[in-house]
């Protein structure tokens, strides 16, 4: 049957093959996304079929140092969920998974337990189990400002570990872990603070254990950079930190404090600090009298210029910030002038200081015994 079309309006040869050619190409991009559609759903329920029966859990063996307090009458359970909210055990399916397999796992008692975050849930039940010395025992407490000997009293009492055992430690001062800059001198860098006793804790791991929270604190305060800033060594501050912590208490004098003291070292004047020959002479007293100002320790620093030769106390970390940051200002003296409330006057000339200075007398004499006691 012949064409009624015009000859004219057929479409010509090369037309037909260009339409032709179109909808091949058409065919060929829906084969092909059919295709790739078919690989990604393919591909991603391979990869969840793949997940399907993993559980989260933490590669371990673990990071830092935590204390989880396990509660009279807890329950497993409960004692998972502690671990993944201290971020120990990563999830409670991995927890219940360790439980699970491990038939001790209803022995774990109440207390306190020395463990680490990002561990796998099964060396965290491990240790809960069978603690040995990561079970607490108690805590000990060693307060700010304290000299060396003091801190071994406390400790004593704190832990009922024997003096004896301190004093042999503290002879083998490189095995302490001490900061570089320490010079291998305990003095001023036995953290004061509360610290977790383990069972299978000695007069080693203890003062170790301190000196590892001077190195955090000292971190946290920048205290080797600031040091550089500062044109002084590390060392250096923590004598500065030392004095601070004997001389004031109030928050906003402390940085002052530190000034004054870099400002007349950087004059070359002496010091002049009672704290320093109360540590000196051991005294047990508030102030200093003319006699024991006469002492020829390095440590008088009314008679010798600088720094003393060490730290005179254990800074904490607010005196260790204020030694790293001191205050701005032009100060050459300070007084304390009022013992109950620690009030504390800053003078830029020995005439103003002086006046200062009559105020303390005047506070001395009506406080009678405060100031020699």
Same mark, same amino acid.
Request: hydrophobic fraction near 40%.
């Given at each position: 049957?012949?064409?009624?079309?015009?000859?004219?309006?057929?479409?010509?040869?090369?037309?037909?093959?260009?339409?032709?050619?179109?909808?091949?190409?058409?065919?060929?991009?829906?084969?092909?996304?059919?295709?790739?559609?078919?690989?990604?759903?393919?591909?991603?329920?391979?990869?969840?079929?793949?997940?399907?029966? *993993?559980?989260?859990?933490?590669?371990? +063996?673990?990071?830092?140092?935590?204390?989880?307090?396990?509660?009279?009458?807890? $329950?497993?359970?409960?004692?998972?969920?502690?671990?993944?909210?201290?971020?120990?055990?990563?999830?409670?399916?991995? =927890?219940?998974?360790?439980? $699970?397999? *491990?038939?001790?796992?209803?022995?774990?008692?109440?207390?306190?337990?020395?463990?680490?975050?990002?561990?796998?849930?099964?060396?965290?039940?491990?240790?809960?189990?069978?603690?040995?010395?990561?079970?607490?025992?108690?805590?000990?407490?060693?307060?700010?400002?304290?000299?060396?000997?003091?801190?071994?009293?406390?400790?004593?009492?704190?832990?009922?570990? !024997?003096?004896?055992?301190?004093?042999?430690?503290?002879?083998?001062? !490189?095995?302490?872990?001490?900061?570089?800059?320490?010079?291998?001198?305990?003095?001023?860098?036995?953290?004061?603070?509360?610290?977790?006793?383990?069972?299978?804790?000695?007069?080693?791991?203890?003062?170790?254990?301190?000196?590892?929270?001077?190195?955090?604190?000292?971190?946290?305060?920048?205290?080797?950079?600031?040091?550089?800033?500062?044109?002084?060594? +590390?060392?250096?501050?923590?004598?500065?930190?030392?004095?601070?912590?004997?001389?004031?208490?109030?928050?906003?004098?402390?940085?002052?404090?530190?000034?004054?003291?870099?400002?007349?070292?950087?004059?070359? *004047?002496?010091?002049?600090?009672?704290?320093?020959?109360?540590?000196?002479?051991?005294?047990?007293?508030?102030?200093?009298?003319?006699?024991?100002?006469?002492?020829?320790?390095?440590?008088?620093? /009314?008679?010798?210029?600088?720094?003393?030769?060490?730290?005179?106390?254990? +800074?904490?970390?607010?005196?260790?910030?204020?030694?790293?940051? +001191?205050?701005?200002?032009? =100060?050459? /003296?300070?007084?304390?002038?009022?013992?109950?409330?620690? *009030?504390? !006057?800053?003078?830029? $000339?020995?005439?103003?200081?002086?006046?200062?200075?009559?105020?303390?007398?005047? =506070?001395?004499?009506?406080?009678?015994?405060?100031?020699?006691?």
């Amino acid at each position: 049957m012949t064409s009624m079309l015009d000859p004219d309006l057929r479409p010509s040869p090369a037309r037909e093959f260009v339409h032709k050619g179109k909808g091949c190409l058409a065919v060929l991009v829906a084969a092909a996304v059919l295709v790739f559609g078919a690989y990604f759903v393919y591909d991603r329920a391979g990869g969840l079929l793949a997940g399907w029966g *993993e559980v989260a859990d933490y590669p371990g +063996p673990g990071k830092g140092s935590i204390t989880v307090t396990v509660p009279e009458g807890a $329950t497993v359970s409960q004692i998972g969920d502690i671990l993944v909210e201290d971020k120990v055990v990563q999830s409670e399916q991995a =927890w219940n998974e360790a439980v $699970t397999s *491990e038939e001790r796992s209803t022995s774990i008692q109440p207390g306190r337990y020395v463990m680490q975050t990002e561990m796998r849930a099964i060396d965290a039940l491990t240790l809960l189990i069978n603690p040995g010395e990561y079970r607490v025992r108690a805590q000990f407490t060693v307060q700010e400002g304290l000299r060396l000997t003091a801190q071994v009293d406390a400790l004593v009492k704190g832990t009922k570990i !024997k003096k004896s055992a301190f004093e042999k430690a503290l002879d083998k001062p !490189k095995s302490l872990g001490l900061p570089s800059y320490a010079k291998n001198r305990p003095e001023g860098f036995l953290f004061p603070d509360t610290y977790e006793l383990t069972a299978g804790a000695n007069a080693t791991s203890v003062l170790k254990q301190m000196a590892a929270r001077f190195d955090d604190v000292a971190t946290e305060v920048d205290l080797v950079d600031q040091a550089k800033k500062l044109d002084r060594s +590390p060392y250096e501050l923590v004598i500065v930190a030392s004095i601070i912590e004997k001389e004031v208490r109030a928050e906003g004098d402390r940085a002052k404090v530190a000034r004054v003291l870099y400002n007349r070292l950087d004059k070359g *004047e002496p010091l002049g600090l009672d704290s320093t020959v109360i540590y000196a002479e051991n005294l047990k007293t508030n102030t200093t009298t003319p006699e024991d100002r006469a002492s020829t320790s390095k440590y008088n620093t /009314y008679k010798y210029a600088g720094l003393p030769p060490g730290p005179i106390s254990a +800074p904490g970390k607010a005196a260790l910030e204020a030694a790293a940051s +001191p205050a701005s200002g032009k =100060w050459m /003296y300070f007084v304390t002038v009022n013992f109950d409330t620690g *009030e504390t !006057k800053f003078a830029n $000339t020995l005439a103003e200081h002086n006046q200062n200075v009559k105020e303390f007398q005047a =506070w001395c004499q009506a406080k009678k015994g405060r100031c020699d006691s």
